[in-house]
Structure formats: structure tokens, C-alpha cells
């Protein structure tokens, strides 16, 4: 498949008070990428950040659940399975370490409805498959498990 590569411009939002004490200076990051809307974002509100702003814990969360999504949706349309409805309600844990901290593990809990006479068994199966084929899953050094739910939407 070759390799494929990403490239993003990202800009520290200063503020002109630079970083000469750490309860003062801007968490605000932003980052642009040619032809899409720009990202800003922040720490977490934990390290002093914007509570309203996306944090990089949130974005890697949201990486390894679209990913997911991603991925099961390709794997069941190739396979002809129906997906009508797809949501996740996706956690992750970090864990401090002194002065940095890491990832304990990523829950995603995908919940999946289907169209009528579709292999209900088979896609409940497909989430492994889907969890096999994602690249940001297969980056990631913690485990990503997964709680997904398979619901038959209801003849009419």
C-alpha cells in the first residue's frame, strides 16, 4: 500500500506574555493545514488550558474512535452489511508520571444499528476486524478495547 504522509503548520498563540511564569502563558495553540478549517485548541483545563477548546488527549481519543468508525464502515460495506447508524461513546485514561504521564488504555464503545435481514453476528465480528485494519490503533502503545453494541433496525 506505500505510505502516506501528514503535514499540518502548527502556531503557538503567545499573547506577548511569553512563558516567564507558568500560571500566565497561553495554552492556545492552533494548526492550519491547507484547504481545511483551522483547529484550535488548548491544554487540558487540568495544565491551566481552555475547557472549551479540544485538548491533544481529547484529539487522540477522537482519532482512535473515528478511526474505528472509519474502518468498521469500510470493512461492512465491502462485506454488504448495512449500516444505518453508528455512534461511540469513547473514553481514555491517562495517567500522570511525575512530570509527564501516558495513556493507561482507550475504551471505545461503538454502538451500531444495521438494516433489516443484515448478518447481525457478522457485524458484531467485524469491530475486531476493524480494530485489526486501523493504522492509529496499531501506532498506539496502550490498549484499545472495545464494548461495541449491535442493534437490527426494526422492519416496518
Not at 497561553?26 to 491547507?34: A, D, E, I
Not at 474505528?68 to 449500516?83: C, F, G, Q, T
Request: charged residues 20%; negative net charge.
Amino acid at each position: 500500500m506505500g505510505h502516506h504522509d501528514y503535514r499540518l503548520a502548527l502556531r503557538w498563540d503567545d499573547r506577548g506574555v511569553g512563558t516567564v511564569d507558568y500560571r500566565t502563558y497561553s495554552r492556545q495553540f492552533r494548526v492550519t493545514t491547507p484547504g481545511k478549517p483551522e483547529l484550535v485548541g488548548s491544554a487540558d483545563p487540568h495544565f491551566r488550558g481552555d475547557a472549551q477548546l479540544y485538548n491533544p488527549e481529547e484529539l487522540l481519543v477522537i482519532a482512535l474512535s473515528s478511526c474505528h468508525l472509519l474502518s468498521y464502515l469500510a470493512l461492512a460495506a465491502r462485506e454488504r452489511i448495512e449500516v444505518v447508524g453508528y455512534t461511540d461513546e469513547a473514553s481514555g485514561r491517562m495517567i500522570g508520571d511525575g512530570d509527564g504521564g501516558r495513556f493507561a488504555h482507550v475504551v471505545l464503545r461503538p454502538q451500531v444499528t444495521i438494516a433489516p435481514g443484515a448478518d447481525e453476528a457478522r457485524a458484531l465480528a467485524l469491530h475486531r476486524d476493524a480494530h485489526a485494519s486501523c493504522y492509529i490503533a496499531s501506532s498506539v502503545s496502550f490498549p484499545v478495547t472495545h464494548e461495541p453494541n449491535v442493534v437490527m433496525l426494526a422492519r416496518p
